[in-house]
């Protein structure tokens, strides 16, 4: 298994224009989440979704939209890139078998973007 | 959120047993205490997860006392690789599932 893949590595985006980060996981789990991390700060919560069909908000959603067609992938699109949204992004999953229990998360290599 | 609070930063040099103490007052009945390593450049990485009492596992033990408000993650004879930052998870946000990272720990181990 490959886990959870993120592409691209890098990019760099002018003001105003929009992209998409990929995320694909294979290990068949419902729960995927997109995290944003700052320097020296911890991982923010952007989206998450809890099945194919399913998404919802997390702490910081504001600039960013995802959707989950398939139960593989959870693409987060930027629509209007801004210096705010320069960050590394991580993508991860979790199996979520059972409430009650924080199921372990699989993260992604992440994907840096600066926005200039 | 599940708010949890544990030291900025910490030091220590190889060999030794490092201790990590991590505050999650408000966690609920149902929740589980989690940590994750991340090293620079790479996602966070599962470390151990548990509800109370001690588990251990092949990288490190943690320690739940019965009320549940802190746990300590403790990894026994620290060499250079264990330099990393490590984030404490308190479980989930009310009735949501927004599990919560906050700044982590920073541990550099010196030679």
């Known amino acids: 298994n490959a886990g959870v893949t993120q592409t691209p590595k890098f990019r760099i985006l002018k003001i105003g224009q929009s992209m998409t980060l990929q995320c694909t996981q294979d290990?068949?789990?419902?729960?995927m989440y997109w995290y944003r991390q700052d320097p020296g700060m911890g991982l923010k919560l952007i989206y998450y979704s809890v099945g194919a069909g399913i998404t919802d908000k997390g702490e910081v959603p504001n600039g960013y939209n995802v959707s989950r067609s398939t139960t593989e992938d959870f693409p987060l699109r930027l629509e209007l890139a801004a210096p705010s949204q320069t960050s590394v992004y991580f993508c991860a999953s979790s199996p979520q078998e059972a409430r009650g229990l924080h199921e372990t998360q699989y993260f992604g290599p992440g994907t840096r973007l600066l926005v200039l | 959120l599940a708010k949890t609070t544990q030291p900025i930063s910490m030091d220590s040099y190889e060999g030794q047993e490092v201790n990590i103490t991590c505050s999650h007052n408000n966690i609920a009945t149902n929740d589980y205490i989690t940590w994750y390593q991340q090293f620079p450049s790479q996602g966070p990485r599962f470390i151990i997860q548990?509800?109370?009492t001690k588990v251990t596992n092949e990288v490190a033990s943690l320690f739940i006392p019965a009320d549940r408000k802190s746990s300590t993650l403790s990894l026994p004879r620290v060499s250079l690789s264990d330099t990393a930052v490590y984030y404490c998870?308190?479980?989930?946000?009310?009735?949501?599932?927004?599990?919560?990272f906050g700044r982590g720990t920073s541990l550099i181990v010196h030679p």
């Open positions: 998870l308190g479980g989930l946000s009310g009735g949501s599932y927004i599990p919560t």
């Open positions: 548990g509800y109370k």
């Open positions: 290990m068949n789990h419902n729960y």
